[in-house]
C-alpha cells in the first residue's frame, strides 16, 4: 500500500507559478514511478508529467512541455512539479499517482497508476 498527499496548489493569475508537492509514504520502492494528472470539471483526467523510479527518465504532456517540470526527492520520499507560465486552461485538480507494475517508460494511462492522492486544486484566473 502506497499513501500519497498533494499540496501546493491555490489561486494565481496567468502568467504565475505554482510547485506542487507530493508526498509518499507506506510500501515505498524505488522502482515506483511517479506522475501527475489532472482534471477540470466536466473533463476527463489527462496526463501532466511522469518521472522514473530509476534514473532520470521523464514525460510530459503537449500542454505541459516547455512550462512545467517533474523532479523527485528520493531521500524524503518527495516528488514536485513546478509549474512556470500558468494559464487559465491549466484550472483542475491535480492528482499525485504511483505505478508499481515496473514498466520500462514512464506510463501516460490512467489505468496503469495503481495509487493516487486526494489532489489539489489550482486556479488560474485571466
Known amino acids: 500500500q502506497v499513501h500519497l498527499v498533494e499540496s501546493g496548489g491555490g489561486l494565481v493569475q496567468a502568467g504565475g507559478s505554482l510547485r506542487l508537492s507530493c508526498t509518499r509514504s507506506g510500501e515505498i520502492s524505488i522502482y515506483h514511478d511517479m506522475a501527475w494528472f489532472r482534471q477540470a470539471p466536466g473533463k476527463e483526467r489527462e496526463f501532466v508529467a511522469g518521472?522514473?523510479?530509476?534514473?532520470?527518465?521523464?514525460a510530459y504532456s503537449d500542454s505541459a512541455k516547455g512550462r512545467f517540470a517533474i523532479s523527485k526527492d528520493s531521500t524524503e520520499n518527495i516528488v514536485y512539479l513546478q509549474m512556470n507560465n500558468l494559464k487559465p486552461e491549466d484550472t483542475a485538480v491535480y492528482y499525485c499517482a504511483v505505478e508499481v507494475g515496473g514498466y520500462p517508460y514512464v506510463p501516460t494511462a490512467l489505468s496503469d497508476y495503481d495509487y493516487w492522492g486526494q489532489g489539489t486544486q489550482v486556479t488560474v484566473s485571466q
Open positions: 518521472i522514473k523510479g530509476i534514473g532520470r527518465d521523464t
